[in-house]
């Protein structure tokens, strides 16, 4: 992989659609108008099958329009072309005093207001039945990702789309009354208190989460605040330990639509509010804090993030069991989140686990073209300019996520998972989607386990997963494991398309002799790089990627950038080898420094090397997409010391040497062709 804008599409409706993102005013307009047609469609189709769905009821409706307000959102920052962090989806480094700041600040609010309803007698203690108050307190957790889901679409995409027009404090009030009017719409006339007074609560909660989020140039303080105060609503609201105990000189504070204050009062306190906040927010840069993005502490807490959770059941268990269950504790609950997707995918792709492997038994093949070389050494950024060719077929990230159920049952999963997923690579910022090309590894892990990815997911098992690099250090049965799932996997692509799969996985480039003679014909791009800028690349990618998968911490001393040096030699020392053995029949190699410099030539020059078809419809959607990420540049990497670069040079031993030489004949003959 190498730091490379991903592939976008090239249709002119879609360049529309990200030209009109682009602007704040029809970013909104887009986004409303893509709410309502999905909120039309929902409606529609339930209006068919018959299932009694209301979009206009409070209580399906209020729940769906939620969350197609924040799909709505997360779509159209994706279409933006802006960075996350604009829109305040950033998490600094701060964000564990900002979390215990604003969940103490909510939760206090409201436990304070309960205490003074209970010391004016509008409400009472009552004995505690213990099994209704643990459910209560697991339902009340339901306002975490309740307040998360509002921090992103008020204070995060509305105020934030509506900053550049309005500045940071109108904006936070837009945000504030979109909330409000969200509420009076799906307010329910059979709850108790006052709606309106609800919605003036609500509004004002998303004014000062908006307000935090320009200051704190992150969503972490104002989705923690939102946190505090929903968690313990509910819980006071739906826990039996408190009742009313009639009238009193005050009215009980105890849920949001009962309030002490009347709304006037609450306005005018939100107003003095945002006139308080106004200088620090107007101060604020979200743009030059976008550098941050997500702070690399944060990544070992998130739990949406392992490629491996649509893997099967089976298969996790079994690793698991390999693992003696020693999960970290910070990764407890990645995990469970984990473990419960795998286990609904598990079953409802179990039909086509089963059937697809007998349908395409007998499905042919056509020679694949594969790209090797080591992580980071620009395998991505290659795979992406050949993928626009439309001889070829490349799997998409969601097929590599989910190989056994991608062809029939993955619409069902798909959209939820889609929400979480990210849309820029932690390690470099590229852009990243479902729908675009990815690497079959991901594939064969989730299919089989026989794949060196397990040991990002469990790292104290390394020792396990790196020999599967290397096909001579396969047992018979584990190299005949991971045949059947590669190839079962490539008949599946090829069930959707007879073009020839377009493959890419970096831990390929040791298996170029298996991967071979499971292929008769196939094609091989193998790029190279600077070792150490592939080295410094790599030490990035453990300290951010590698964050997102894991369930245990490395062990002390045999960390990925510990083992990568011989990684890299191993790999690439038998790639050379199986190459040269077949006298470099179907094989050519570029370097990365000459594909970023002429993309276009050196792209020509391994069509020619390999005999395939070039054509203007290809050149055309190239130049397109070469023009489209011109102004990308690869984030700046501390280079070696002359220790580490000493010590990567004798791991590499005769391969360095070797690449030393081929420069140096490429260097004083800049006119020949870069493909061997």
Known sequence: MTAAVTRTKTTSDNALISDMCAAPVLRLLCWAAFVLFLAGALQLISWIAGLGLDMTSPRSGRSIAGMLLLAGSLAVMRRSGREPADFGLAIGADWRRHIKIGVGVGAGALILQ???AVAVGGASLRTPDHFRWFA???ESLAGFPLAVAAAVVYAGFIAGSARERVGPNL?????????????????????????HQAAVTLGVLAVVAAQLRFISGDIVLGASLLAGVFTAERFIRKAPVLHEAGDAALAPLLTIDRMLLPAPALIAAAVVGVIALAPLAARSAPRERSAARINPSFLRAYPFATMGALAPLDIWLRELARARFKIGGAYILRLVVTLALSAINTIISLPERIIVPIIARRRSVPPPIFILGAHRSGTTHLHNMLALDRAFAAPTAWQVLNPHGFLLSGWLLRPIFSLFAPWRRPMDAVAFGLSEPAEEEFAVANMSGVSPDWSFRLPRMHARYDRFCFPDLMTD????????AHGRFIRALCLLSRRAPLLKSPHNTGRHALLSSMYPGARF??????????????????KTAHALFQLQDQTPGAAYSDRFPALYHGMESRFYADADA???RGVCEVRYEDLAANPLRVVRSIYDALGLPWTDEYE???????A???????ADRRPLDRDAHDRLDAALGEIAQRWRDADAALDSAPAQPVAT
């Open 114 to 116: 309960t205490s003074l």
């Open 477 to 484: 049965r584990e190299r005949e494991t991971f045949v059947r």
């Open 582 to 584: 077949r006298q470099w």
């Open 525 to 542: 791009v193998h790029i190279r790089r600077d070792p150490a800028k592939v080295y410094c690349s790599n030490i990035n990618i453990e």
């Open 171 to 195: 904006s936070a009030i837009f945000a504030g009354a979109v909330c409000a009017a969200f509420h009076l719409i799906y307010a329910d006339p059979s709850a108790r208190g006052d709606p």
């Open 628 to 634: 489209r990420i011109e102004g990308y540049k690869p």
């Open 136 to 138: 209560s307190v697991f």
């Open 620 to 626: 055309a959607r190239l130049r397109d997409y070469l």
